[in-house]
DNA sequence: CGATTTTGACCAGCGC
DNA sequence: GCGCTGGTCAAAATCG
């Protein structure tokens, strides 16, 4: 994988603020538990669009400033073994700016690797949730142009509850402001709980 | 002492 | 078919 269909983030002319990005992709069904949709699952509403795909420039592209497309709901599927069935695991991809690269999302996360990736300066690091049977992974890429923005990349979705509370993800809030360009979001963010 | 991080090696997918 | 890039594993080291 070369760029995410992530092209949110760090608007170079509105820069000064800082920003807060996400995308979600809610395919979740599989577990079957209801649980999940909300611990990882389908926190943002998706919101679906082109995916650029450029892939061309290779070098740099990812680097800079290349956004423009939107969110982007992406299923990996994992295919093993041929009897194995396929596990659907959607993909959400944030940004934030935040000097920690870790965020505490209120769960426990292993690290499992780091890797350094073309384009970026910075490793890209691997994390795994430690609960037994959650299989949830994680990696967090930081952008080599702008060390405050870091871009976190959840995968799959929790079969467990969160450790901590609910009011955590505030703190998170607090670690990164949110950026309020869609009331959208905003609104789902402060008024209905969707973390519980 | 257990859990977790660190780091290198290994492997798989994709492009050329 | 080979090489590159990215993702994961696994053993040792470190922290609490």
Redesign the pocket.
Known sequence: ??NYPILFGTQPSSSTSNSYHFVAGASSHHHGQAAGNNTGGGLFSASKQEEPSD??G?DDG?GSSSQGGGGEADVVVV??KKGEKRERRPRFAFQTRSQVD?LDDGY?????????????NFP?????C?HQGCNV?K?V?RLSRDEGVVVT?Y?GTHTHPIEKSNDNFEHILTQMQVYSGLNNVSQTFGNQHMFQ
């Open positions: 994988m070369e892939g061309g290779g990812a295919g093993k870790i426990r996360w292993r690290k499992y690797g780091q890797k350094a990736v073309k384009n970026n890209r690091s691997y994390y795994r430690t992974k990696q890429q990349t995968e």
